[in-house]
Nanobody, 122 residues
Framework: VQLQASGGGLVQTGGSLRLSCAASGRTLSTYAMGWFRQAPGKEREFVARIGWSGGLTNCADSVKGRFTISRDNAKNTVYLQMNSLKPEDTAVYYC????????????????WGQGTQVTVSS
């Protein structure tokens, strides 16, 4: 499966962006998905995850109340709506297909997209 993340860009503090993760080569409708991010010099960290049907979601405490993960299985796409963005949200954002294990661990995900850069200016 190939994952293509898009929607990143430069935005001011308090702004919004919606990231998309489109899949090809395999339907995502039976897979849970996750979003991670990696800032320069830091480890990749969990942001949000969503169950295969979209009914089960979790977000990291750092983004709770500001970010929302969703999916459209008919379009084979997962989204991350990011509101009230802060400079500390600046990172490359990656989507990934969940395999097994802890939701918060990068090793629990099989396939990764190439990432999309989000930069929040102060």
């Amino acid at each position: 499966v190939q994952l293509q993340a898009s929607g990143g860009g430069l935005v001011q503090t308090g702004g919004s962006l919606r990231l998309s993760c489109a899949a090809s080569g395999r339907t995502l409708s039976t897979y849970a998905m996750g979003w991670f991010r990696q800032a320069p010099g830091k480890e990749r960290e969990f942001v949000a995850r969503i169950g295969w049907s979209g009914g089960l979601t979790n977000c990291a405490d750092s983004v709770k109340g500001r970010f929302t993960i969703s999916r459209d299985n008919a379009k084979n796409t997962v989204y991350l709506q990011m509101n009230s963005l802060k400079p500390e949200d600046t990172a490359v954002y990656y989507c990934a297909v969940y395999s097994s294990g802890s939701w918060f661990y990068t090793g629990s995900y099989d396939y990764w997209g190439q990432g999309t850069q989000v930069t929040v200016s102060s």
